[in-house]
């Protein structure tokens, strides 16, 4: 009989261990990037006693700007009450008052609404018509109908309510922590519980992630900048008023470091495509045209052809042609251009992945698989003689992560920064492949034969299952498809394919054919199924014909429906 696992259970006061390694941390690896009012906070924090750093943790750790005290419940902090008050004595957190105006939103949302209905100033001929309404309009009524300063002493009579001071500092700690604003304290907590593993590292190897203060400023400016435009896209603001921000943002900001381009670029891409969708090509072009990251620069080219510019158009076709990002530009600068010089003429252009697909090979499958298309394609091939397997993306990467874990996670490439570090801080750059070209040709010039490929990928599976890799999905089947996979296909195409996902991670990863079909003799293929309805996409494409060029057997199955 199975033995059940040990409950792992955290010290009572675990989450104040977590935030003092953090500070240590960050002091030690950046102590040279901290402002003064960073290091005053860490050495004002560090002089109160164990139960106010406990309350002040609790408050950083929780969602809200404000919070009742009568509505704390903390078993492991001894004295309550004390432990508060030393907080409000030191100015770690201060009481609601006037100078919270600005915040009335979340000062109300502290409240249920009967408590709303309950404490705020209102008169009785107020109280019928709000009791019927929702809690956000009596929020809005309440901070456009009432002295601010009445609705704080109405609320505050009963009960104490605070705000946690040193946002900015505990932001910033944390920043240069985990280096990205997702990260999260609850990190800790999930390893320690071993519902995750993280890789294990020699902290004495660890780099730290920004060079200098002004990389970490320009970096968290663009996170920041990033949260206010989705607030903003997500609020009831004219897409106008959306535009001028963002551009008036955009004429202030400062001229960013190599590390904020990425994120800048991507923000540049969100903005323009949530003006394209308010129906404002002009605002969205003029955004776009502030990066030549993907995909900017096609929906420039559509954009510009949209709007009767075709030789600017055709222009920026030939600039992406001659230098594609990814495969998604390389085959658009084409397929574009032909639309655009054969536009008005009777025979319209087809696109590449269009004629690719036409030109497949069909089979019927009984429409009883309409909604699960691989699978009728699956069985067709087993009810046939032929073994067969999903394969899609996830063991291609599951390869990848498994023959390379080593490389990937290697500390001294200085791309780990933190011991909770998931991927490599380079992974989705070109860096990745840059910085470690010769390491990877390395490895797979010593995987010689088949053999070689199967007793390191069984060697590394089992020493590392359960660890944590951005590339691996656990599980058995995915030993096993590799297994057959390193028996059914050269080493050195194999090699070639880790090669190009390699040199582009964040797109090479994805696009694989959906289906491996072999049979006892060794034959094999990888097989992209298409419904009638599906098309094929560029990423897809791109391995395909990767695949041809190299010499592994792979095709386009278009599905026929059968009754």
């Not at 409950?7 to 901290?34: A, C």
């Not at 109280?127 to 609320?155: C, Q, T």
């Not at 609020?235 to 535009?243: G, I, K, L, N, R």
């Not at 582009?504 to 694989?512: A, D, I, M």
Request: glycine share 4%; proline share 4%.
């Amino acid at each position: 009989m199975a033995t059940r696992p040990q409950q792992i259970e955290l010290p009572p006061k675990y989450y104040l261990d977590y935030f003092s390694y953090l500070t240590d941390f960050v002091r030690r690896m950046y102590g040279h990037l901290l402002n003064d009012a960073e290091k005053e906070f860490i050495h004002r924090f560090n002089e109160l006693t164990e139960d106010a750093q406990c309350m002040y943790v609790r408050f950083s750790n929780r969602r809200g700007t404000f919070f009742r005290v009568q509505k704390l419940q903390y078993k492991e902090i001894d004295d309550l009450p004390a432990a508060v008050g030393e907080l409000l004595i030191n100015g770690f957190i201060e009481r609601l008052n006037p100078h919270h105006e600005v915040l009335g939103d979340e000062v109300l949302n502290t409240f249920t609404k009967p408590e709303l209905l309950e404490l705020l100033p209102l008169e009785p001929e107020e109280i019928k018509p709000l009791s019927k309404a929702k809690k956000e309009n009596i929020v809005r009524y309440s901070l456009h109908e009432l002295d601010f300063g009445r609705i704080i002493e109405s609320l505050t009579r009963h009960e104490t309510v605070v705000k946690p001071n040193f946002d900015a500092e505990v932001m910033m700690l944390k920043y240069l922590f985990f280096g990205t604003r997702s990260g999260d304290m609850s990190e800790f907590v999930i390893r320690d519980l071993g519902m995750v593993t993280f890789e294990r590292y020699d902290e004495s190897k660890l780099t730290a992630r920004f060079a200098n203060r002004k990389e970490v400023e320009d970096k968290l400016l663009i996170s920041l900048t990033n949260e206010e435009f989705h607030a903003l896209r997500d609020s009831v603001t004219p897409p106008e008023d959306v535009f001028n921000w963002f551009m008036n943002w955009d004429e202030t900001k400062p001229e960013l470091s190599e590390i904020a381009l990425p994120g800048y670029a991507k923000l540049v891409t969100h903005v323009g495509g949530f003006l394209e969708r308010q129906k404002m090509p002009e605002q969205a072009m003029q955004v776009y045209s502030l990066t030549d990251r993907v995909p900017a620069r096609e929906r420039r080219v559509r954009l510009l052809f949209r709007s009767g510019l075709t030789e600017e158009a055709l222009a920026l076709c030939d600039e992406i042609a001659l230098n594609p990002q990814n495969a998604d530009e390389r085959y658009f600068a084409n397929d574009f251009r032909e639309k655009m010089l054969s536009a008005g003429e009777k025979k319209r252009s087809r696109k590449a992945t269009t004629r690719f697909l036409s030109d497949a090979e069909s089979v019927g499958i009984p429409a009883i698989y309409r909604h699960h298309v691989e699978a009728g394609v699956m069985n067709h091939f087993l009810e046939t003689g032929w073994e067969a397997a999903f394969t899609e993306n996830y063991p291609w990467r599951g390869l990848f992560g498994l023959v390379f874990w080593d490389i990937i996670y290697d500390a001294n490439v200085q791309a780990i920064h933190h011991p909770l570090q998931r991927s490599p801080s380079d992974f989705y750059l070109p860096d990745f492949y840059l910085k470690r070209e010769e390491l990877l040709k390395k490895r797979l010039a010593d995987l010689k034969t088949r053999d070689d490929w199967k007793k390191h990928i069984e060697t590394v599976f089992f020493e590392k299952y359960g660890i944590t890799n951005v590339l691996v999905d656990w599980n058995e089947e995915l030993l096993s498809l590799n297994l057959q996979m390193a028996d059914l296909l050269e080493p050195a195409q194999l090699g070639l394919i880790l090669l190009e996902m390699s040199r582009n991670l964040r797109e090479n990863t994805r696009g694989f054919p959906d289906l491996l079909i072999w049979n006892e003799q060794g034959e094999y293929e990888f097989i992209e199924v298409k419904s009638p309805t599906d098309h094929l996409g560029a990423q897809q494409l791109h391995w395909l014909e990767f695949f041809q060029i190299i010499g592994v057997r792979s095709r386009v199955l278009r599905v026929i429906w059968t009754v």
